[in-house]
């Protein structure tokens, strides 16, 4: 009986068993198994253009229609609104690049009236807008006007001339810093606050016991890791020593910045799990997989072939192609996080698709042999690809091991690699190789300081490629057209904020036409709209602004609160309704008043039915005493009657 009782349990326990084990079969099987497959250029470009037409309808529109529409350019120079273009810039797909800079501009220089301008201390958004106007083809070193008229300059305003901090942000400050200088190889004044040697120099600092990088844990994060190696990319040629204290280890080191990123790589390599992709924050996810892909596209290290970053036959690419959705956008992980209740496991994430797109579009241009994702200068021109290319295929003849009998060789390679300008060095991917040798065979390397030599422009826009599909029709052109002009008829008499990007648009369109001329008079009308739809932007932060003061929050609304309740809600019902949406909890203020007068209304019958009350309680008294007064009449007139009787009798 108890051998039966025991089969029976095994059985019940392996039945139960057997269904676990296909559940978790199925649950991975519906985001589709992380198996290794070798991915075309072509089949890239259609993840790229897939992602792309996730976002498109993400934002109501079709596939054909446009990506920077007016409503994605409401987000113009926010997180949200400046990755998008830079991704699409920088593989050439064709948009409206002339909107995004119309409106950037605008934006741009409206918060530069403020006094913190973009940001109290966040570096990054002059890092990223900068990086956004490079990849639309414009100048961020010439975008709009300040307070004083002048042109702004953001590259000088958030990095070398900046008038906080740049570390005021910890390590992203920095990186991302160093990034926006590089992005055009600026050249950096005399009188710079910061120098390249001097960010370098700082990002060198927090570099952690471990190899990596992170924003203030003691482990490497790869995200943090990867960002500082495509900082660090330009310079990974550089022979220039750096010594400094390291701020986690208090250990006085002297190290190359190649030393640096050959320890973060062995770092990331370590952190890289075996589908290929990685994990941050306690989630496995993609964004750190792809900034992992962006840095070695950087640095020139095969993402796909590298042995370092294949783990269980699986490569970075694999990694990054599980988050994959059907519908052609990517999740940031396949596991809910409640801290993060927007990135859902089983919906398309935007940030995820962004930063899919631009490190697939990075990978796009390592593997076609452009320039990097974040370096905007033209493209090499034949000479010099050709002149790097002989270089390194002399590079790779030289033996593993070298002897004496190596040295005029080495001597004649390094000659020639001296001849490749500095600000191109960085292209030759293995030179690494090259200074090894010299090491070995105790050659003098007498290359150049790298960062104290990279500058080469003081202004410039940025270069866009047509990668996409060839294609160089990447604007609208400059002729204002019938089109434009039905444009600006068509506006409403009434303007909401709706209507801002149409409008900026339109002027920016109007004022760098050919035949501006044509249609001066509606430039003045334009101006006068754009005054209208600024003053309903100027009243909707002030609402945003009283909101907080007075009403926040609005479960503490009392009585008293009346006056300010009415004036508030006056002001916000001449809003339209779609501006009454841009106020801050608009629906709490809607109800707000329903709750004042229903605090009112409350007081109102409570101070009737205590008026009811009393009156009753009056009349009742009343109707007591009198009652009381009755009786004690009858009672007197009783004892007057007794008295009476008794008196007769004595009579009697």
Known sequence: MEKNVLKMKYKIISVLLSIVILMNGFSHISYGESIHKNYSEEEILEIIEGIINWKKSSTGVTKEGSLLNNKFLEDAGDTIGDWYPIGIGRIGYIDDYEAYLAVIEDKVSQRYLEEDKLSGNKSTEWHRISLAILSMGGDPTNIGKDAKGKPINLIADGTYNREKYLGAQGINGWTWGLIA??????????????????????????????????????????????????????????????TYTQKKTNKKVTKTVRQVVDEALETLSSLQLDDGDFESWGAENSESTAQVLVALCALGKDPINDARFIKNGNTLLDGLMKYRMEDGGFIHSKVYDSKNPTSKPDESNSMASEQALYSLVALSRYKGGYRSLYDFRPEMDENIKSQINSVQESIDSIPASV??????????????YLKIPISERS????????????????????????????????????????????????????????????????LPEKLTTEHYVEVVKLIKKLERAKNKDEYINLLDDLNVKKKEIEKIKEEIELLNNEILDKLYPFDKLSIKDKKNVDEIVSRFNKLSNYDQKK?????????????????????IITIVIVII??????????????????????KMLLIDDEEFEEFSDEEE
């Open 181 to 242: 200088l590089d992005s055009m190889r600026y050249i950096t004044p005399e009188d710079a606050s910061y120098t390249r040697d001097d960010i370098i120099t700082e990002i060198m600092k927090l570099q952690l016991a471990d190899g990596g990088f992170s924003l203030q844990d003691e482990e490497a994060d790869p995200d943090i890791t990867a960002m500082v190696l495509q900082a660090f990319a330009p310079y990974y040629n550089s022979e220039q020593k750096y």
């Open 427 to 490: 292209y030759v991917y293995n030179y690494y190789k090259l200074s090894d040798a010299m090491e070995s065979l105790k050659i003098d390397n007498t290359s150049e300081p790298i960062a104290a030599n990279i500058g080469v422009n003081e202004k410039g826009n940025g270069a866009i490629t047509p990668i996409f599909d060839g294609s160089e029709a990447l604007s609208s052109g400059v002729l204002f057209t019938e089109e434009d002009v039905n444009k600006v008829k068509n």
């Open 403 to 416: 002897s004496s009998k190596d040295a005029s060789k080495v001597k004649h390679i390094f000659s020639e």
């Open 583 to 603: 106020v801050l909890r608009y629906e709490d203020v809607i109800k707000s008043k329903t709750q004042v007068d229903n605090l009112i209304r409350a007081r």
């Open 613 to 634: 009350i009393c009156v009753g309680m009056f009349f009742i008294v009343r109707r007591m005493k009198k009652r009381k007064r009755e009786k004690m009449k009858q």
